[in-house]
């Protein structure tokens, strides 16, 4: 069978299972409206009224919509935007540093992010930063999964409304706030947060007037620790380790993000309303986000050809891989006479900064049958990133490890890791990335509503219009200062900048437990001196041409759509057909590099040339760098059709159907074809980076079924089946070549042997792959049992699953051929289960949300079979319990993580872990107010 025919069966049994489920006896009574918008504003208090606000804007809605609602003013169960996303059924998020740093709808990542319906992202990105929004911004939030015309266009997976409160949504003044600690067990601090909210509205002779203060700050200080494991390479011989057959033996250490960062945000709204059916408005939203860290590195390249002693195997570890086969080592020492692993130390100190600052000026009208709105909306997002760098060694050292315990390595020096007189001097190590992005855009929109008795109900049109400019300098990294005065690796740090250049770190789950490093203050407050010491300028580095690009892109989109309304076999159907036309032309302006290789005399005689001598040997032109700057043109046109049906076979029951095409623009750095490169050093592979200016939209076409259950006096279930047909779907790419070995020579960097032979570098870039798909299905339901007598009649349940399944084709890397696989950061099994209770002032909810095992990337640079890196399998469990002393007084107190669950990472087999990063479990007490 061909893959296209495979498709359009599977396509075919998605809708047959939901088109079955419709064709059951069933009658109608009333028909749902066609909008949310009303319902959108409703100003509820309490978890079972939140709950049933978006239950009515998930009914009322053409498009396949689930909501989250507050529970009151400035109140959600959540830290940020990005945590409350995780409770909708079938959106999958990652974490970093404690932190939702990624989102996915249906297995994608391509998400466009609006606030209050107009387009926001972070800097040079296409989607929003949500660990920068705290939660008490939200007046609720909207998660598509089906396209409409009048959505804005680059989203395949879907796209996420933010909504913030506005002065009009409340009857009058209004004053909220909340003040929050929230402790956390790996740092061991508490973490203070505060809101304010104000609003009120006044009738004056020239109309109504509201306006609206909201300000929120968030104080956290946090530590990350990861214990890594990169094994296998390639298995030691047996003639190095006299055992009877070859060996891997892993390169251990760990990592722990440390620091403290800070997210202010404020955001304004100001409604004046002359007359009805006529209203003005102005949004003004800041969100800021300052970071402090370090991410401290303590390791020993244990894999490199050393001795090896007390050596134990892995139990069934004998295994054949990708070049070579061995046995995984269980326990062993390594180091002796005839050399010690190489054993390290480095900090890698930032101070981050990011301002987002988005503006909207916009006005409705509303006559007879004719609305008419439109905005002006202005985005500026600013990321600045400044990086140091020493790393210290320890010479001599003999290693101790075991390559599995509780699923990850543990390793112990033989000397103490704290005493500061054993550590010396290594490279600097110096960069810096500023990215900026700005949109200016318009839009414009006109609805005329026949009315119900007609079959076509209304019909809608809009343009819209968006400048956009990225742009990002950089210096990707080079070891500026390799070598210190007296020698590499020769100097104690101690005897150069003293004690207070030291800091005490936690070694990890496992390991020594504390080590010394660098100081992450004393890198970021005296980088004068540190240059200075190194010989460098103390100005710094600057921006290398390479990394450096800007990409203005200008899009022009027009759309219109009709809704309708009919009956098919005694049922009735609402829906709306349209289509979005969409025109983007993009200039990319940058710098490419080539490399020059060094021309040496090589004739075994003096040569003259323009009356230079230059004897047998000599360089004649040293290697260098040319630097061409390129200006790249392209553009792109889309026609996106969209049709969707609500079929209403009972009072209580219907059935959505959609289909639409969607699309989703490459990232702008992604677009940049520049190389960049970090050198190798003795520490580490070298590292680049190239953009492909190549890359194409992604394009993907939808087909969704649901079948909605609303019980009588609030709760519902519903199944819901998907499938996306993708094609261009961009991937990352890695290949590894050579670097040059007269720089790795007179550098000290090996050019041969296991992992030490690191005179290479590792070029990071993306392809845009072949024809996949994406499939799944989705069942949740919600339901408060007040049908149980007394105190038994506040309890409540709500759940979700999502089963996903991918497939799509995975370029090879390295000289591996194309493979067809599975999609990245996508688990086949999601789960959310939620037990409430709401009842006499109590509002109580204990969350589990389970993710299954997932690919995090192919390919990952070692010998394992398969070359994937697997997750394992996680289920966080949060409690949060809020007492009403009044009705303007809550008290609260929410836990997160009861479990202790925490991220496990593999490469191919279990036999090969590679991290284990710890997360925290929090615990946090709060007091909300509220008056009007």
């Known amino acids: 069978m061909s893959k296209t025919s495979q498709d359009a069966k599977r396509t075919v049994s998605i809708f047959a299972l939901m088109v079955g489920a419709l064709s059951a006896p069933a009658c109608y009574a009333q028909a749902a409206g066609d909008s949310s918008s009303s319902l959108e504003t409703v100003v509820v208090t309490g978890l079972r009224s939140s709950l049933n606000a978006a239950e009515q804007i998930k009914r009322a809605n053409l498009n396949v919509v689930d909501s989250i609602v507050p529970e009151d003013v400035g109140k959600l169960p959540d830290a ?21 740093t990624g989102v996915n709808i249906r297995g994608l990542p391509n998400v466009v992010t609006t606030l209050n319906g107009d387009e926001i992202f972070t800097t040079t990105g296409r989607t929003y930063s949500f660990q920068n929004l705290p939660s008490e911004v939200l007046a609720g939030l909207n998660v598509y999964k089906t396209a409409s015309a009048d959505q804005i266009e680059g989203g395949i997976a879907g796209l996420i409304d933010v909504r913030t409160h506005r002065p009009f949504d409340f009857d009058g003044f209004q004053m909220a706030g909340s003040v929050t600690g929230t402790y956390g067990t790996v740092i061991d601090k508490v973490n203070p947060k505060g809101n304010f909210l104000i609003s009120d509205r006044w009738k004056t002779s020239a109309g109504e007037f509201g306006a609206l203060l909201n300000v929120t700050d968030n104080y956290d200080w946090f530590e990350y620790p990861i214990v890594w494991e990169d094994t296998p390479h390639l298995a030691k011989s047996t003639a190095l380790t006299g055992l ?41 939203i800041y969100s800021g986000w300052t970071q402090r860290s370090g991410d401290v590195n303590f390791f020993s390249v244990t894999s490199d050809d050393l001795p090896l002693s007390d050596v134990t195997l892995a139990k069934d570890g004998c295994v ?94 033989s000397i103490p890791a704290t005493d500061k007189d054993l550590f010396y001097l290594q490279s600097l190590n110096e960069s810096f990335n500023i990215n900026h992005g700005t949109q200016v855009s318009w839009s414009g929109h006109a609805k005329y509503d026949f009315g119900d008795s007609s079959f076509i109900t209304s019909v809608e049109g809009g343009l819209r219009y968006a400048d956009r400019k990225a742009n990002a300098q950089a210096v990707a990294g080079g070891d500026v200062g390799f070598s210190v005065p007296a020698g590499n690796g020769n100097v104690k740090a101690s005897s150069v900048f003293g004690n207070d250049f030291f800091q005490m770190f936690h070694g990890g ?124 043109p392209s553009s792109s046109q889309d026609f996106l059709p969209n049709i969707s049906a609500i079929v209403h076979l009972s009072d209580d029951l219907q059935a959505h159907l959609s289909f639409g095409k969607t699309m989703t623009r490459p990232d702008f750095a992604a677009l940049n074809p520049s190389l960049s490169t970090t050198p190798p050093t003795v520490n580490r592979e070298g590292a680049g980076s190239q953009g492909n200016a190549e890359l194409s939209p992604t394009r993907s076409t939808a087909y969704d079924v649901s ?15 998907f499938y996306h047909d993708v094609s261009g779907y961009v991937l990352p790419v890695s290949y590894t070549r050579l670097y040059d070995t007269d720089y790795c020579t ?178 946090s007490l709060g007091l909300h107010y509220r008056f009007n």
């Open 80 to 100: 940020t935007v990005g945590d409350a996303l995780q409770r909708i059924p079938g959106v999958q998020v990652t974490r970093n540093n404690d932190q939702v």
């Open 244 to 284: 009877s057959q070859p060996v891997y033996v892993p390169f251990m250490g760990s990592v722990t993000t440390l620091g403290h960062r800070s997210y202010p945000e404020a955001n304004l709204s100001l409604q004046f309303r002359p007359m009805d059916g006529v209203e003005f408005y102005a949004d003004l």
């Open 320 to 413: 054949t891989l990708q070049y070579d086969s061995g046995c995984m080592v269980q326990t062993a020492t390594v180091g002796g006479a005839g050399g010690h692993p190489y054993t390290a130390t480095s900090t890698q100190a930032h101070d981050f900064k990011q301002n987002d600052l988005h503006g909207t000026v916009g006005a409705k009208v509303d006559h007879g049958p004719w609305s008419v709105d439109t905005a002006f909306s202005i985005t500026t997002s600013a990321y600045h990133d400044t990086r140091e760098i020493i790393d210290m060694n320890v010479p001599n050292e003999v290693v101790t490890l075991n390559s599995n315990v509780n699923g990850h390595g543990v390793w112990h020096l």
């Open 509 to 632: 789950d496992g390991n020594d437990a504390t080590f010394i490093g660098p100081s992450i203050n004393y890198l970021m407050d005296h980088v004068g001196d540190i240059r200075t010491y190194y010989g460098e300028a103390v100005s710094g580095p600057t921006a290398d041409p390479a990394n450096s690009f800007r990409d203005d892109e200008n899009t022009e989109a027009v759309w219109a759509q009709a809704q309708y309304h009919t009956e098919f076999i005694g049922l009735p159907i609402d829906g709306q057909i349209g289509f979005r036309y969409v025109n983007t032309s993009r200039r990319l302006t940058g710098t490419s590099i080539t490399s020059i290789p060094a021309v040496t005399n090589d004739s075994g005689a003096p040569v003259v040339l323009g009356g230079t001598t230059y004897p047998a040997g000599a360089t004649i032109v040293a290697s260098h760098n040319e630097y061409t700057p390129f200006a790249t």
């Open 707 to 721: 079948l909605e259950y609303y019980l009588p006096g609030g709760g519902m279930a519903s199944i819901a089946g």
């Open 746 to 923: 007179a550098n000290g960097i090996p050019t041969s042997g296991g992992i030490s032979g690191q005179c290479t570098i590792r070029i990071a870039t993306s392809e845009s792959s072949g024809k996949g798909y994406i499939e799944g299905m989705e069942l949740s339901a919600q339901k408060f049992f007040d049908f149980l007598p007394g105190a038994w009649s506040g309890l409540g349940v709500q759940a979700n699953y999502t089963w996903i399944q991918s497939h799509a084709p995975i370029p090879g890397q390295n000289g591996n051929a194309t493979r067809d696989g599975d999609l990245t950061q996508v688990s086949k099994n999601n789960a959310s289960v939620m037990l409430m209770y709401e009842k006499y002032g109590l509002s109580m909810r204990l969350a589990a949300t389970y993710r299954s095992k997932y690919i995090e990337g192919y390919y990952p640079g070692n010998n394992a079979f398969p070359p994937i890196d697997y997750v394992k399998p996680t289920t966080y469990v949060d409690l949060g319990v809020n007492y009403n002393v009044s009705d303007q007084v809550m008290v609260s107190f929410d836990a997160t993580n009861l479990l202790g669950a925490y991220y496990n990472s593999y490469s191919g087999t279990t036999l090969f872990p590679r991290d284990i990063r710890t997360v925290n479990k929090t615990y």
